[in-house]
């Protein structure tokens, strides 16, 4: 005589194969297959981010060179750049706060490099949005003109 100690777990686990094959099939059969949007919707994100922070760092270079060669100022140079950041402050969305710090004097700019820290771009497409904090160190030369990183 056999023993069928066994055959009730067998059953089991092969019921609970059924219905795992079954559910998946479902699953596949159901699947829209939308990965494309996200991964545009991602992509977009990723690309104003980048345009934001370069952005930033354009704006910073124009700056510094404009109130380097402002000449009609004799205020310190410190002044001068929180004078021109306001003329080009234009509030563009996910520009972040880097003109918040210019105009209320979070930044240092000594022998020819501007430091500011704990900046941050934003960007928002949909449902999606991302946000890049950075520090910024420019050195500039005598005239103004941006050569490197610090």
Do not use: H
Not at 71 to 85: G, H, L, P, Q
């Amino acid at each position: 005589m056999m023993n069928k100690k066994g055959d009730a777990p067998m059953i089991l686990l092969a019921l609970v194969t059924l219905v795992l094959i079954v559910m998946m099939a479902f699953i596949f059969l159901t699947f829209g297959g939308k990965l494309g949007e996200k991964s545009l919707e991602y992509s977009k994100v990723s690309s104003s981010l980048e345009f934001n922070y370069q952005y930033v760092v354009s704006g910073a270079k124009v700056i510094v060179k404009e109130a380097v060669n402002n000449k009609d100022s004799s205020s310190e140079m410190f002044d001068k750049i929180k004078a021109v950041a306001e003329k080009y402050n234009y509030n563009i969305v996910g520009q972040g706060n880097f003109f918040g710090q210019i105009r209320n004097g979070e930044f240092n700019y000594e022998q020819d490099q501007l430091k500011a820290k704990g900046l941050f771009v934003t960007s928002e497409v949909g449902a999606s949005s991302g946000k890049r904090a950075f520090d910024l160190c420019l050195q500039f030369d005598k005239t103004g003109e941006f050569f490197s990183y610090c």
